[in-house]
C-alpha cells in the first residue's frame, strides 16, 4: 500500500475515491494504480529529485501522477493544457524534465514541443488514452499493467511546482513549502489536515468535493488533493458546464466546491427552471477566489444558496492569505477576509513604511510557520517579490480597515485577471511587435461582466497599413498561431502613438483608466 493512502483504504476501501468523466475509481483501486506507477517510473530510471511533468486534464491520471511523485521524491509539474508547443518546450527545458505523462487530447502539441526542447534528462514519456501513439511514447496503462506491484521500499516525500505566466513573456514556476523533497509522503497528509479548516472540510467526514476548474492551477489542485487526503471522493469536470455542475452536485451529494467569479455568473444566469429544479441541500461550503469578485454577483450567490459562498485571497506563491465567510461579507462587503491566523498581513507605503487602517498601499505577507517562496531558476523575480525577512507580496494594492479585513483595490505588476486566469501582457505585446503591420502595442485588461477582464490591446500600425475586419481576423490568427488562446486579445484600439514617459515607459495607466471610469474596482 502507498503511505499516503494505507489508512484511507482500510476506512473505505470499495467506496469511491475519484470519479471523472470516464468512471469510478475505488480507493483501493486508486491505491493499487498509484503503487504500480511508482515503480513503472522508477523501472525508466526516474530518481529522487527528478521531475515529472504532466499535461492532463481534470482526470484520475492527474490525481495518480500527483500521487505517485508524492512517494517517488519527485518534483510534480502540472501544464496548463492550453499553452502551445513553444510554451510547453520552455517548461520542459526550465523544469529539467526527466518523465512527461500527456492526455492524447494534447499529444499532438507535447509531441511539437518534445522537438523544440533540449530536455537531455528525459528517460520516460506515457501516453494516456487510445489514440495513436507518437514515437518514443509508450500507453500510460501498458506500464501501470506489466508494473510490479511489491510495496515501495522507503517511499520519499516529492511534491509540485506550479508555473504561472512570467512578466517577461515565459512560465516561471513557483517553488514553495510544497514543492519540498525527502522525508516521510505522509507529511502532505498532515498539510493536508492543517489545511482542512481553510478549505471547509474535517478529515474523516464523508466529503464530495467537486474540482469544476482545472487542476493545473494551484487553488484547483489544493482543493482537490488536499480534500482526498482527508478522506473525501473528488468528482471532476474537466471542462466547466454550470448546468452539469448543478446535475454533480446533486447526483452525487456534493459538499464542498471551488469556483471562481466567471462561473458563478454563468450559473447564476441558467434559465429559470434549470435553476429550480436543483436541490443543492448537500453543500456544505463554496469557496472562492483567483480573482475579483463583483459584490452584486456575491450577493446573489448567497441569497440563492446561502451563506455557504466563502471567499479567499491568495495566490501560488503565497497559498492562502485571508478568508471570509459568507456572513462576514454581508457585514463587510467588498472584503476578502481576515489573514489567516497562520499569516500576517501587512499594507506598506512607496518607501517601505507601515500604513494605518484605511490607508491604501502595497499588500504584503508573510508566514509565521516560517514558509516561503521562490521563483525556479529566476532569482531576480525571487528577490524583486520580497521585502525582509520572508515578507512577500502578489503585486496587489489594498487597505486594512480597524477590525484587520483586508480589501483590494489595484494591482501594481502589469496582469490581467481574466476567468480567474492571471495573464501578463509582456508576452502578448513582444508577439503583437512581430506582425508584419503593427508598429506598436500596449495589452491591458478592460472590465468584462462575466470574464471580470477581458485581454485589450492599443495598436500602432505601420505606415501603409489600414486597419479592418481582414487585418482584425489576421492580427488575431497570429496571435493564436502563437499564443495560447485565452491570452489572445478579444478587442482592439489604433492609436496614432502609445503614451509614453520622457524615459520612453509605456504609461499604460494613461490608456486603460478611461475603460474603469464610473466603476466600483480597478481590477
Not at 110 to 121: N, T
Not at 241 to 265: F, K, Y
Not at 486 to 512: C, H, I, M, Q
Given at each position: ?42 523501472g ?62 494534447w ?25 495513436l501513439?507518437?514515437?518514443?511514447f ?78 493545473y ?44 467569479p ?58 492562502f ?10 457585514a ?26 484605511g ?49 483590494l ?115
Amino acid at each position: 500500500m502507498t503511505a499516503l493512502l494505507a489508512d484511507l483504504v482500510a476506512a473505505r476501501r470499495d467506496e469511491p475515491a475519484v470519479i471523472d468523466e470516464r468512471g469510478t475509481t475505488s480507493w483501493a483501486e486508486l491505491d493499487d494504480r498509484v503503487n504500480r506507477l511508482v515503480h513503472a517510473l522508477e523501472g525508466r530510471g526516474l530518481r529522487v529529485g527528478d521531475t515529472v511533468v504532466a499535461m492532463l486534464g481534470n482526470q484520475l491520471e492527474m490525481i495518480e501522477v500527483t500521487l505517485a511523485c508524492a512517494h517517488g521524491g519527485w518534483l510534480f509539474v502540472p501544464l496548463n493544457w492550453h499553452w502551445v508547443a513553444r510554451e510547453v518546450a520552455y517548461v520542459l527545458d526550465d523544469a529539467d524534465t526527466a518523465a512527461v505523462v500527456v492526455d492524447e487530447r494534447w499529444a499532438d502539441v507535447m509531441a511539437r514541443a518534445l522537438v523544440e526542447a533540449d530536455a537531455p534528462r528525459l528517460r520516460c514519456r506515457l501516453l494516456v488514452g487510445g489514440g495513436l501513439v507518437p514515437s518514443g511514447f509508450e500507453r500510460y496503462g501498458d506500464a501501470l499493467a506489466s508494473a510490479d506491484t511489491a510495496e515501495l521500499v522507503d517511499p520519499q516525500r516529492g511534491g509540485p511546482m506550479f508555473y504561472t505566466s512570467g512578466t517577461t513573456g515565459w512560465p516561471k514556476g513557483v517553488r514553495s513549502a510544497l514543492s519540498s523533497i525527502g522525508g516521510p509522503p505522509e507529511v502532505l497528509t498532515l498539510i493536508a489536515h492543517t489545511m482542512a479548516p481553510t478549505i471547509g472540510v474535517t478529515p474523516g467526514d464523508r466529503i464530495v468535493q467537486l474540482v469544476c476548474g482545472p487542476l493545473y492551477h494551484s487553488a484547483q489542485w489544493a482543493f482537490g488533493v488536499f480534500a482526498l487526503l482527508c478522506g473525501g471522493t473528488l468528482v471532476l469536470q474537466h471542462r466547466f458546464d454550470a448546468a452539469e455542475v448543478l446535475r454533480a452536485i446533486d447526483e452525487h451529494g456534493v459538499t464542498n466546491m471551488h469556483l471562481v467569479p466567471t462561473q458563478m455568473i454563468r450559473m447564476l444566469e441558467l434559465p429559470d427552471d434549470v435553476r429550480a429544479a436543483f436541490d443543492g441541500s448537500s453543500i456544505v461550503q463554496i469557496l472562492h477566489g483567483a480573482a475579483p469578485c463583483s459584490p452584486s454577483v456575491k450577493r446573489w450567490m448567497i441569497e440563492w444558496l446561502g451563506p455557504v459562498v466563502s471567499e479567499y485571497y491568495g495566490g501560488t506563491e503565497g497559498g492562502f492569505i485571508t478568508l471570509i465567510s459568507g456572513e462576514e461579507w454581508l457585514a463587510k462587503p467588498g472584503s476578502v477576509g481576515r489573514p489567516l491566523t497562520v499569516v500576517e498581513v501587512l499594507v506598506l507605503g512607496p518607501d517601505g513604511e507601515l500604513l494605518p487602517p484605511g490607508e491604501t498601499g502595497e499588500i504584503w505577507f508573510r508566514s509565521l510557520l516560517g514558509n516561503d517562496f521562490e521563483y525556479h531558476n529566476a532569482p531576480e523575480k525571487t528577490a524583486k517579490a520580497h521585502r525582509g525577512e520572508g515578507l512577500g507580496t502578489l503585486g496587489d494594492v489594498g487597505w486594512l480597515d480597524e477590525d484587520g479585513y483586508l480589501f483590494l483595490s489595484d494591482r501594481k505588476i502589469d496582469m490581467i485577471v481574466s476567468g480567474g486566469v492571471n495573464i501578463y501582457p509582456a508576452e502578448i505585446e513582444a508577439v503583437l511587435a512581430d506582425h508584419r503591420a503593427v508598429a506598436d502595442a500596449a495589452v491591458f485588461g478592460i472590465p468584462h461582466h462575466e470574464m471580470g477582464e477581458s485581454v485589450h490591446a492599443a495598436l500602432v500600425l505601420r505606415h501603409g497599413h489600414v486597419w479592418s475586419d481582414a487585418l482584425a481576423e489576421d492580427v488575431t490568427a497570429f496571435c493564436r498561431d502563437r499564443l495560447a488562446g485565452y491570452k489572445v486579445p478579444r478587442s482592439f484600439e489604433v492609436l496614432d502613438d502609445l503614451p509614453r514617459s520622457a524615459a520612453g515607459k509605456l504609461t499604460k495607466r494613461t490608456l486603460r483608466d478611461p475603460w474603469w471610469e464610473g466603476r466600483d474596482r480597478a481590477i
